[in-house]
């Protein structure tokens, strides 16, 4: 053997022996969630006010898997500082301080077309971002599935947390832990909810695939103003919101690279699981089941 390839083994030798000595690194996931619409059914009366002022047609949870967090809520920061600081938007009320609009947090709801725009351009440069979601018809789905138990009683904050479980079943089996951020709900904790929730996904896959994971999950519910990865997946679920319900698809289309999955879990018209939208079938207004049906 000559002395190149003597060194050459040698080399690759000592490369394998340093890194079956190399811990593995811990694999962490990152999820933020939030919810568009409401599950809101009936008034004080018990009448059911789906699609009426202030109350929702359709009840969403989604989550944004956010590979570095980091990274993400610096830039997001970053594009709020810049835009205050843009004269094109000095009088503008939403972007004043004492109005705890723009000029506290992103917040698609609340801010300008052009904000959202830059927002939405953010959003779709960053790379690392996956975003899922699971959409419930409350008059076609929710409404009938309630009065088929006349005896017990509806309460709202239960379907949230079965769309927890709908949403995290296949996604909690692959990493060594999960970080889970929520957005609040309320003043109430619900951190036992929402991990039995999560616990009832993990059943279900490991009744599904015969897989077990112990991995770690970490719950935080958090204010969106104090997490901009919140703000982001909040962007997200009001361009779907505005798909469903109100049938325009441009927001959703623009941001549909970031898309892996939106679950219409009440579309029966050709499978009694729903439809799955994916990168293979975009999600598009003309192809959602027609409001009035």
Known sequence: MDRVASFSLIYRLYDVSENLLLPRLKSICHYFVDEAGDPTLFNAKGDVIIGQEGCSRFFMLGILHVDDPITLSARMNDLRINLLQDPY????????????????????????????????????????????????????????????????????????????????????????????????????????ALRSALDEARKRFEKKWNIRSDALITIQNVPSFQQPCLQAVDYMMWALQRCYEKREDRYLDYVWSICRLVHDVDDHRKSFTGVYYTQNLPLLAQNLRPLDS
């Open 89 to 192: 938007f000095r009088r503008i009320p939403s972007m004043q301080p004492e109005n705890r609009k723009t000029a506290l947090m992103f917040h698609a709801k609340d801010d300008l077309p052009e904000v959202r725009r830059e927002v939405f351009a953010e959003l779709i440069r960053h790379p690392g971002l996956r975003f899922y979601a699971v959409v419930r018809d409350k008059q076609h789905g929710i409404l009938r599935e309630v009065r088929q138990y006349k005896n017990k009683r509806y309460q709202p904050n239960e379907q949230y947390d079965q769309l927890v479980t709908r949403l995290f079943k296949d996604r909690l089996h692959k990493e060594d832990e999960y970080q889970i951020t929520f957005a609040s709900r309320g003043a109430k904790d619900r951190t036992r």
